[in-house]
Structure formats: structure tokens, C-alpha cells
């Protein structure tokens, strides 16, 4: 099976501008999750979508928001950048069940300047 | 709030060392996951355990969950250049609808 991956590996925006990142998960996976990682914070959970509707979601301001298609394939949308959204966008993509085990993407490099 | 405390938070040995890593809480897990991680790559599943006081091995690395299913170990033995990296463990909670907690990570570096 093809792996997890995410579109664009890297990314260079403005502060103020918008940006729209995109995870195709694994065949026959219906969970894909979002996470940001930075160096001081760690790996923080952004949501998680299953079957095209959010199961979770963790402690990020509105301008995070994101969507699942039919297609279990998911994108996350990030709205007036600021310079701390700087980080590596992380999609993981799971069966949505016992026993979780998560399957990450490359991940998305995003800076913001 | 769930916590998963990972301990050392950076551990730097020489290559044929033994080592060890240690994922801590208070709550309890239905399951707990280990990743290792490269400089700008997404983490790699390494193991799950699912069983209070079950071992898993995979190669040089022995991974424990705790009796209670509240903690976890990975044991390196022999270690070499190529174990470098972050290694995460993650706990999942009971029911789909609860969500994966994370570790801080434990930043392995072997020198040769």
C-alpha cells in the first residue's frame, strides 16, 4: 500500500496571508489527524476527521480549521498567518479504531516571514 | 488533562551502550504506541502493546507496557548510530472518540 502523503513538503508565506495544506491518507483509512510541531511545544494535535466529520479537536485558535472529502482524503486551512504559525504540519492517517496506531506523512515545512 | 511524560529528555551515549526510555502517567491506556523520528521526516511506528506487562521485541529495541497499562519502556541494547533520533510514545484512550496524547520525546544521539 502507498503510504501517507502531504502536499507541499514546503511552504513560505507572509504574515496575514492564508495557506491550505493537503494529506492523502492510506487506502482504507478513514481517520486522518493533524498535528504542528515545533521545537518548545512538541507534537500538538490540531483535530482529527472521520468519515468527513471531526471526531476531535485540540486547544488551536479558529483560524485552524480543516475538512475530510469522500474520499478520506484532507486538507487543513490556516487564515491570517502569524510568524509563531511556523512549524512542521504533521497528517497521520489511522483506521480510526482499536488499537490507534497512526501512520504520519512527511509533513508540510511552513514558514512564515 | 492526560500527560505522557517521557524520560531522559535528551540522552547522548557511545555506540554499544545499552539504554533505556521511559513514558510515564497517571491514566490509563487502551493501547500506547512508540515512534522514532528524523530531522524533518514525520515519525515512524515502531511497536503497539495493547496488554498490561506485555514485551515486544523488534531487533535491539525491547519495548514494555506497564502491569497497570499506565507506562511504558523501550530498552536499546547495543545501540548504534542509526537508532538516532526523537522517539515518541503515544497512549490512546478507551473509546475512538478519545484522543491520542503524546509524549515530549526522548532526543537520542550515539556517537560513534
Known amino acids: ?7 507541499p513538503r514546503y511552504l513560505i508565506k507572509t504574515r496575514g496571508q492564508q495557506v491550505t495544506l493537503s494529506c492523502s491518507p492510506i487506502s482504507g483509512h478513514r481517520s486522518v489527524s493533524w498535528y504542528q510541531q515545533t521545537p518548545g ?12 466529520t471531526q471526531r476531535n479537536k485540540g486547544n488551536f485558535p479558529g483560524r485552524f480549521s480543516g475538512r475530510q472529502f469522500s474520499n478520506s482524503r484532507s486538507e487543513m486551512n490556516v487564515s491570517t498567518l502569524e510568524l509563531g504559525d511556523s512549524a512542521l504540519y504533521l497528517c497521520a492517517s489511522s483506521e480510526g479504531g482499536f488499537p490507534y496506531e ?9 514558514t512564515v516571514t | 488533562t492526560q500527560l505522557l511524560e517521557q524520560s531522559p529528555q535528551f540522552l547522548s551515549i557511545q555506540e554499544g551502550e545499552n539504554l ?20 524533518g521526516e514525520g515519525p515512524v511506528l515502531l511497536v503497539t502493546v495493547v496488554t498490561g506487562g506485555e514485551v515486544k521485541k ?8 506497564g502491569d497497570a497499562r499506565k507506562d511504558s519502556s523501550l530498552h536499546i541494547t547495543a545501540a548504534q548510530p542509526g537508532d538516532t533520533g526523537l522517539y515518541l510514545c503515544a497512549g490512546a484512550g478507551r473509546s475512538s472518540a478519545s484522543k491520542i496524547i503524546f509524549g515530549s520525546g526522548t532526543r537520542l544521539s550515539i556517537r560513534p
Open chain 1, 1 to 7: 500500500k502507498a503510504g501517507v502523503t502531504q502536499t
Open chain 1, 41 to 52: 511545544q512538541g507534537l500538538q494535535f490540531l483535530f482529527e476527521y472521520f468519515s468527513e
Open chain 1, 102 to 110: 497512526q501512520y504520519f506523512g512527511p509533513g508540510t515545512r511552513l
Open chain 2, 20 to 39: 533505556t526510555v521511559y513514558c510515564n502517567s497517571s491514566s490509563v491506556f487502551s493501547s500506547l504506541q512508540w515512534y522514532r523520528q528524523e530531522p
Open chain 2, 58 to 65: 523488534l531487533k535491539r529495541l525491547t519495548f514494555q507496557f
